[in-house]
């Protein structure tokens, strides 16, 4: 069933790293061509300063919501669905590996693995695998934390709900889905009026998720905590399973 990814080209590194054969969506090949699809993308986004500029200057607040919600408390199993340009992912493999925990890091696309891999530490204990987000192929009820970092405005309705549904399946009861993503500004911020034109060209399905939210789409029986940055253009999310 998987494949690993010196199959698909990738050097030997010291971590385990492998590769579930998967399609990739068509939203995101339609979509999404010049931002994760196509390998000058890659090599064009991913730098620090362009990522935080498309994030108004955020970038780091994001990353940092993130990782200080391991702050002071066991690293565990850690999923972080879908690879995301920055180095959120690096520093996640460094708390990882210094509380032995384990990082398993999900995408659909292997040049995005393939970014990732060169990107991390030697000997991360982290595991890159490649999956369709709407449906993971790991066990019920496995990881402490999920983590859905700038995905959920990416992807289509259906996909989104599948998504979280599948996000909070592989969650242990007790264990944390954390959710950073665009949210629908406040009435008084300027970007909500702003944006809307270039996000609904770009980011076609920023829309749907400002009309119905990300909360309303989790599962009942999960309680969680909502902060918004930003004049409300950026949310946090930290649901808890209960069951
Ligand atoms: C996390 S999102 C956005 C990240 C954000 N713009 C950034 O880089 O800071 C981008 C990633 O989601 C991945 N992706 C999109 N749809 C997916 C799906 N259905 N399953 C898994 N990964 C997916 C893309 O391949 C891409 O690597």
């Given amino acids: 069933m998987y494949q690993s990814l010196d199959e698909i080209g990738l050097p030997a590194a010291a971590h385990v790293a492998t590769v579930e054969e998967t399609t990739v969506p068509e939203y995101l090949q339609r979509h ?14 991913d730098r620090l300063w362009l990522i ?15 990782l200080d919600e391991f702050d002071g408390a066991p690293f565990g199993k850690v999923l972080q669905v879908a690879c995301a340009y920055g180095d959120l992912s690096i520093k996640l493999a460094k708390r990882a590996a210094a509380c032995n925990g384990e990082l398993d890091v999900v ?65 242990k009861p007790g264990g944390r889905l954390l959710i950073v993503d665009y949210d629908l500004p406040s009435g008084w911020n ?15 399905f920023v829309p749907s998720l400002w009309r119905r939210g990300v909360a309303s789409l989790l599962p009942p029986g999960m309680t969680f905590r909502h902060d918004r940055f930003f004049g409300g253009l950026y949310q946090i999310i930290v649901a808890t399973r209960g069951d």
């Fill in 190 to 204: 300027p970007l909500r009026y702003l944006l809307y034109p270039f996000l609904a060209v770009l980011e076609p």
């Fill in 32 to 45: 999404y061509w010049w931002a994760y699809v196509h390998p000058k993308a890659v090599q064009f986004f």
């Fill in 107 to 171: 995408d659909v696309l292997p040049i995005q693995l393939k970014n990732l891999k060169w990107k991390l530490p030697q000997r991360a204990p982290v595991r890159l695998l490649r999956m369709d987000s709407t449906h993971l192929n790991l066990p019920d009820r496995h990881y402490d934390s999920v983590l859905l970092y700038l995905l959920l405005h990416e992807l289509p309705e259906a996909e989104r709900a599948r998504t979280l549904a599948e996000a909070c399946r592989v969650l």
């Fill in 52 to 66: 935080n500029l498309i994030l108004f200057g955020n970038y780091h607040r994001l990353r940092d919501a993130v």
